[in-house]
């Protein structure tokens, strides 16, 4: 595998929600907040061997955490939900 591509995509985002949007072809990543659209799909179709009709990308904001005196954010980021062609899936367990 190429590590350029492995550089974009994070991490699967695996929830409740996002095992139901798999049974309709869709699947969420934590991505690279620096890569664009055009950038997250060739990855996703040259890791995952599928075909990528469409993303949708979400910046998600730092949250405010404290442990003990000491208050910090967390770290920004990014999802991808990407939507497959008929009948194509990524196996993720």
């Known amino acids: 595998m190429d590590t350029k591509y492995l550089d974009i995509i994070k991490a ?7 095992q139901s949007f798999g049974e309709i072809g869709k699947y969420t990543f934590l991505v690279d907040p620096k890569a664009n659209k ?6 996703i179709e040259k890791l995952f061997n599928v075909k990528v009709v469409k993303i949708s990308t979400l910046n998600v904001k730092p949250k405010k955490k404290r442990v003990g ?9 990014k999802k991808a939900i990407v939507t497959l062609e008929e009948g194509q899936t990524i196996s993720l367990g």
């Not at 699967?12 to 996002?18: L, W």
């Not at 005196?69 to 980021?77: L, P, Q, V, W």
């Open 12 to 18: 699967p985002v695996i929830t409740e929600k996002t």
């Open 38 to 43: 055009t950038e997250i799909k060739s990855a």
């Open 69 to 77: 005196r000491y208050s910090g954010m967390t770290n920004r980021a």
